[in-house]
């Protein structure tokens, strides 16, 4: 089972990205799914969620009205779009897939991890 994030890199203040993650080696369609991020020197704090079907969302109040996470079950990916970039948003950024269907903000239900992508944004 492998989670593989990409579509990170360096951007200015302002500027967008979109982070894809893809699964393989088992389905996650029944899975709510997510995103994290660890700053240097700092813990891995939770970004965003969707649920299984993708209906359902939360997100946390760093990120709220700037990001949105989506997933494609059929192509086994979920995707974090990320507008307005700010400086603070610089971090590894993970996904990941949790043992609940519904979407959850609690690190702890997350089961299956990717490998980081890098987001670094310069003011």
């Known amino acids: 089972v492998q989670l593989q994030a990409s579509g990170g890199g360096l951007v200015q203040a302002g500027d967008s990205l979109r982070l894809s993650c893809a699964a393989s080696?088992?389905?996650?369609?029944?899975?709510?799914m997510g995103w994290f991020r660890q700053a240097p020197g700092k813990e891995r704090e939770f970004v965003a969620s969707?649920?299984?079907?993708?209906?359902?969302?939360v997100y946390s109040d760093s990120v709220k009205g700037r990001f949105t996470i989506s997933r494609d079950n059929a192509k086994n990916m979920v995707f974090l779009q990320m507008n307005s970039l700010k400086p603070e948003d610089t971090a590894a950024y993970y996904c990941?897939?949790?043992?609940?269907?519904?979407?959850?903000?609690?690190?702890?239900?997350?089961?299956?991890w990717g490998q980081g992508t890098q987001v670094t944004v310069s003011s």
């Open positions: 990941a897939a949790s043992r609940l269907s519904v979407r959850t903000s609690s690190r702890s239900s997350y089961a299956y």
């Open positions: 080696g088992r389905t996650f369609s029944n899975n709510a």
């Open positions: 969707i649920s299984w079907r993708g209906g359902d969302t």
